[in-house]
């Protein structure tokens, strides 16, 4: 029996458009000192690693005449020299090269007739750097338990994967089934359970509207928690606008140990500190673009945090909440307060989305947590947020690949139909990355926003360890 997309997966393929490839990526930035991790290198130690993603190795094929969900079956024809590419930079590539590159890469959709991920080692980059970029559709990690291939490839260990690579056991291809052989496992999967024909019929015809009905569980979480908390449409924002299929993408940096030093002297968490740092600097951008700002200007943000045990690891939960940031209050110290204030709220209110629903409508799973939001439905996402800003908490210990620590990190969350920006950030061995991906024409200024993201957690250090003990209103980097 071949094992086929849960319903919810089939949707997102459904639902994904030309213009909006819905795959996760990051960037992951490698020291080699000794400048042996080379193409070749990683090649291997994909190879060695692809045991522990079996997914990897495997397909989405349709059913005739959409009799039934469709398939997973081994790529008999599966080249790993096509997954794993190379790539470089003029040397010495600086770091907007390597951002223009990832930009081309986001906007390119993933082949559906090939599994559903590639990986990409950029050469080139000043003082002795490489870059791993990979993609990866979510819809190819479905599950809370599963791990993804930038994952396997990363170890605590600096030695790990730099001796030679044991021969890895060859991988025999199961002969895919024919197309009378996937029509007969759909009948007889309609005899175990009847119900399914009626859902299955109902997105016979594979488009948006007759996938939508699929969508009707997902969204009826989110928009029963919006209905329990009388929840208005998200305001009018320029950062909602049709886009186009070309990207723009920027990061920024913050030490955590600065965000701890102005959670301590004007509380909240450092999630909230980070919401805030976004805040000020959405204020400061939208300024910078002439837009009007008033004190009750704000943007709503669907904001995923993933929760996380006592001793660190993560607890296989999340929650999402509803966010108005505050972009037109001009005290940073008053912003920090008010989302501070937001997030202790909104869960006691009903406006969190239980951890089913959100992992439901965004494609969860741990390893692509920055796929958060990349899920709704474009409609209704345009209505309810304005842009997805997703936090997610990593390792504060170096990890390797090959030998070469990875030395920044950087997510790139797809965006959705309507929404010009989406923000991730990751924390990694006492940095958080801040990784910002734009519509190229919505959003051509997105290196701005990063800039500004910079002097805002500068700015809250200032106000945090200064003698006057915190800004006055009408105060901020823009104003400075």
Do not use: C
Request: glycine share 10%; charged share 20%; aromatic share 4%.
């Amino acid at each position: 029996m071949v094992e086929r997309l849960t319903a919810l997966d089939a949707s997102f393929l459904y639902l994904e458009e030309p213009g909006t490839p819905m795959h996760v990526g990051a960037v992951l930035v490698l020291d080699r000192p000794s400048g042996e991790f080379d193409h070749e290198a990683l090649v291997e130690l994909v190879r060695a690693r692809l045991p522990l993603v079996p997914r990897y190795r495997q397909k989405v094929v349709e059913v005739p005449g959409h009799l039934a969900n469709p398939a997973w079956v081994d790529d008999p024809d599966f080249d790993l020299g096509y997954h794993v590419r190379r790539s470089a930079l003029p040397r010495p590539g600086t770091e907007e090269q390597l951002l223009d590159l990832v930009a081309r890469l986001t906007a390119r959709p993933l082949d559906r007739s090939r599994p559903l991920w590639e990986m990409y080692l950029v050469e080139g980059l000043a003082g002795d750097r490489t870059a791993v970029v990979t993609k990866t559709h979510p819809a190819l990690v479905d599950g809370l338990g599963a791990i993804d291939i930038g994952q396997v490839i990363l170890d605590p260990d600096p030695t790990a994967g730099t001796a030679p690579l044991p021969a890895a056991d060859p991988w025999l291809p199961r002969r895919p089934p024919g197309p009378a052989a996937l029509v007969w496992e759909a009948v007889e999967d309609y005899l175990r359970r009847p119900s399914d024909v009626l859902e299955t019929a109902r997105t016979a015809v594979g488009d948006v509207r007759a996938t939508a009905f699929r969508w009707a569980g997902v969204a009826g979480g989110l928009a029963a928690a919006l209905a329990r908390t009388a929840v208005s449409p998200a305001p009018a924002s320029s950062l909602n606008a049709p886009i186009g299929r070309q990207r723009r993408v920027a990061v920024a940096r913050a030490t955590l140990d600065d965000l701890r030093v102005v959670r301590a002297a004007h509380g909240g968490t450092v999630n909230d500190v980070l919401l805030s740092v976004v805040t000020g600097a959405l204020r400061e951008w939208l300024l910078s673009r002439g837009e009007p700002v008033v004190s009750s200007t704000s943007v709503r943000a669907l904001v995923p945090v993933s929760v996380r045990g006592e001793d660190g690891a993560a607890a296989g939960e999340v929650r999402s909440f509803l966010v108005d940031l505050p972009v037109g209050e001009p005290n940073p110290r008053v912003r920090l307060t008010r989302i501070s204030y937001a997030m202790r709220g909104v869960a006691p209110s009903g406006q969190s989305v239980g951890a089913d629903t959100l992992s439901a409508l965004s494609g969860f799973a741990p390893p692509t947590l920055h796929a958060l939001g990349a899920r709704a439905a474009s409609g209704l996402s345009r209505r309810l947020f304005n842009l997805v800003v997703i936090n997610v908490p990593g390792p504060q210990v170096p990890l390797y690949a090959g030998g070469a620590r990875m030395a920044e990190v950087f997510p790139v969350v797809p965006l959705v139909r309507g929404q010009g920006l989406a923000i991730g950030l990751t924390s990694y061995d006492g940095t958080v990355y801040v990784g910002l991906n734009g519509d190229r024409d919505t959003v051509s200024d997105v290196d701005v926003l990063a800039d500004l993201i910079e002097q805002e957690v500068a700015y809250l250090v200032e106000t945090a360890t200064g003698p006057a003990g915190g800004p006055t209103a009408g105060t901020g980097p823009a104003a400075r």
